[in-house]
C-alpha cells in the first residue's frame, strides 16, 4: 500500500442521481444503501448534496436525507455536501444540524456551499436572487454565532447552541478565501483542472486564520474516481454522466443518467461531442494500479488531507464495485 495513500482519509459524496427508467424514490433508497457499503469498507465520511428543480437529482433536501443515512448506518461520518447557505436562514440551518448531532453525536458534518438556485426560476422559487451568495461570508458568521450562542438577537437556536457540528466550507474560488479567514476546513476541485486546484489550495492555506473550528488548515480535494479491472470498464463508468453533462451545456436542462451503451448509440451534434469529450477528460479512472499512481501525484501535489469522491454513474452495481476497488487501495490488507 502507498504510504501517502495509507495516511490520506478517503470519502463519498452522492447525489442521488436519477436513472432513466427509474423514480425518483430509487434514487433516494440508492444513496442510502450505498452509505451502508461505503461504511462497511472503511471510508471516512458520507455525504450528500442540495439540488433543487433538477430532473436528474432527487437530493433537494440534504439535512433529510442525511437524517436517513445517519439513521442506517452506525459509525461513519455524515454531513452535507452541501447544503447552500444563500438559499436558507441561518436560524434554520443550525436548527436542522442541532438536530441531527442531538441524534447522532459525534458523527455529523455541516459542509456548506455558497452557490444560489440554478436557474432564475429556482431562484424565484427560493425566494432568492444571484447576489444572495454574495452574502455568503456575512451568513456563515452569523451559522456559527447560532452554535456559539452569540447572537445579537437573544434568540436561540434550539437545539444548536452548545453543539459543535464541524463546519467545511465548499470552495470555488472565493469561497478559498472566505474559508480561510473564517479559520475552517474547505472542500475544493475539481481534480481535471490541476493548476486551478492548487491555486485554490495555496491561497487558501496562506490566508487560513486558527479559529475554535480549526487550528491549522484542512484541505480535502474533491472529484470523480472510477476504477475498475481495466482502463475501458473505468472510463465506461464516466460515460452517462459525461453524456448528461453535455445535454444540459446544449439544452439547459440536466437529464437523468442512461446507460453506457445508449450514449455509445446516439448520434451527436458537433458542440454535443465538444463537452461530451470534456467530460470524459482528466478524471482519475483506470485500473487499481493506473488510479494508485495518479492519486499518489494528486496527494504530493496538494497534500491534502482527505480525498472527497463524487462520481455518479447509471450502473450502480460497477459503481459500487469501483468504490470497493477504491477502498482497496486505502484499507489494510485483512
Request: without cysteine; charged residues 20%; neutral net charge.
Amino acid at each position: 500500500m502507498s504510504a501517502v495513500i495509507a495516511r490520506t482519509r478517503f470519502s463519498l459524496l452522492d447525489r442521488s442521481r436519477i436513472r432513466a427508467g427509474h423514480t425518483d424514490a430509487e434514487a433516494l433508497r440508492d444513496t442510502v444503501a450505498l452509505a451502508r457499503e461505503a461504511e462497511g469498507l472503511g471510508f471516512h465520511r458520507f455525504w450528500v448534496s442540495e439540488h433543487h428543480g433538477v430532473p436528474g437529482v432527487a437530493g433537494s433536501a440534504p439535512t433529510v436525507l442525511a437524517a436517513a443515512v445517519a439513521a442506517a448506518t452506525r459509525t461513519i461520518r455524515v454531513g452535507t455536501g452541501g447544503v447552500m447557505l444563500p438559499n436558507h436562514q441561518p436560524l434554520v440551518v443550525a436548527e436542522q444540524f442541532g438536530v441531527l448531532e442531538s441524534l447522532f453525536p459525534g458523527r455529523i458534518d455541516m459542509g456548506l456551499g455558497r452557490s444560489v438556485g440554478f436557474t432564475d426560476g429556482v431562484r424565484r422559487a427560493l425566494g432568492r436572487g444571484r447576489g444572495d451568495a454574495e452574502d455568503f461570508a456575512a451568513q456563515l458568521g452569523e451559522l456559527l454565532g447560532w452554535f456559539a450562542g452569540t447572537s445579537p438577537t437573544g434568540v436561540r437556536a434550539r437545539p444548536a447552541e452548545g453543539l459543535a457540528v464541524p463546519p467545511f466550507v465548499l470552495a470555488v474560488g472565493e469561497g478559498a478565501r472566505i474559508a480561510a479567514e473564517a479559520g475552517l476546513p474547505v472542500v475544493i476541485g475539481d481534480l481535471r483542472d490541476r493548476e486551478k486546484l492548487l491555486r485554490g489550495i495555496d491561497r487558501y492555506r496562506s490566508s487560513f486564520r486558527p479559529s475554535p473550528w480549526a487550528g491549522e488548515p484542512y484541505v480535502v480535494v474533491s472529484g470523480t474516481v472510477a476504477v475498475a479491472a481495466t482502463a475501458q470498464a473505468a472510463r465506461r463508468l464516466l460515460v452517462p454522466e459525461a453524456w448528461s453533462m453535455a445535454y444540459s451545456r446544449t439544452h439547459g436542462t440536466f437529464p437523468p443518467l442512461v446507460p453506457a451503451g445508449e450514449v455509445a448509440a446516439r448520434t451527436m451534434t458537433a458542440k454535443e461531442r465538444e463537452w461530451y469529450a470534456s467530460g470524459l477528460a482528466g478524471h482519475v479512472a483506470g485500473t487499481a494500479e493506473q488510479v494508485a499512481d495518479e492519486l499518489e501525484a494528486v496527494l504530493e501535489d496538494t497534500a491534502a488531507d482527505e480525498v472527497l469522491v463524487t462520481t455518479s454513474t447509471y450502473d450502480r452495481t460497477a459503481l459500487l464495485d469501483s468504490h470497493r476497488r477504491l477502498a482497496a487501495l486505502f484499507t489494510p490488507a485483512r
